[in-house]
């Protein structure tokens, strides 16, 4: 499978703990977006990274999320204290060009905080 | 702030019954609109991408249509496999460096055989 692919899918997390979601880009894009699909809401952008370097991080809270997309390996979201409102669906998506709208999707890693 | 608002939320149809599902937007300067369809328990899978008022793309049984205001995607005698929720999005050529797409919540699209 020569997708974007995410894990882990599912993740269950008590309030106050860290969650860490992995996302591979297709290979050969270097450029990847996480957004965040809350139930009944729709998808909402939270970062834009390039290999090493953070473009746009202006959808993500201050607080308690960070993301990074090392030189090797894959990109990873990372959300610390977890509070039940982090529950949702995180997607990553990759493209090979700048600023394009035109993503491949993960399937999504589906975070429940309880 | 960019807004995308999608009607109806939700549309159930017969097997070969066309219909139209509506993306309206604002945008403080438009650098494309796209439309992508998702199925239950996957990511989005993107369709197409429209630029600038009247412009149209087809792909199979799909048909988007673009003007200032809003975006319409045709579906022409739809079949079950058709069956998702198809969500629109825009990007704005703010050069803010909000490189981010801001989605609609999407039309739930049912066909029933």
């Known amino acids: 499978n020569a997708g974007v692919m995410q894990n882990p899918r599912h993740l269950v997390r008590r309030r106050g703990q860290e969650a860490r979601l992995r996302c591979s880009p297709v290979k050969g894009h270097s450029h990847v977006y996480w957004y965040r699909q809350l139930p009944e809401e729709g998808l909402k952008f939270m970062v834009y990274l390039q290999k090493e370097n953070i473009i746009d991080e202006s959808g993500m809270p201050k607080e308690r999320f960070s993301a990074e997309f090392p030189k090797e390996g894959p990109s990873i979201l990372r959300i610390q204290q977890v509070v039940r409102g982090d529950s949702a669906a995180y997607f990553c998506?990759?493209?090979?060009?700048?600023?394009?709208?035109?993503?491949?999707f993960g399937e999504g890693s589906r975070l429940t905080v309880l | 702030e960019d807004q995308v608002t999608q009607s109806p939320e939700a549309l159930r149809l017969q097997e070969g019954e066309s219909s139209s599902l509506n993306c309206s937007y604002t945008v403080s300067g438009l650098r494309g609109l796209f439309w992508y369809r998702q199925d239950p328990g996957k990511g989005p899978e993107f369709l197409f991408t429209l630029y600038s008022a009247g412009e149209e793309k087809e792909k199979e049984r799909l048909k988007a249509t673009l003007t200032k205001k809003e975006s319409f995607l045709h579906i022409t005698a739809p079949k079950p496999e058709d069956s998702a929720t198809y969500l629109c999005a825009v990007q704005a050529s703010s050069g803010g460096g909000a490189d981010g797409l801001t989605f609609g919540k999407g039309t739930h699209l049912i066909i029933q055989p």
């Open positions: 998506a990759s493209s090979t060009q700048l600023n394009t709208g035109e993503l491949f």
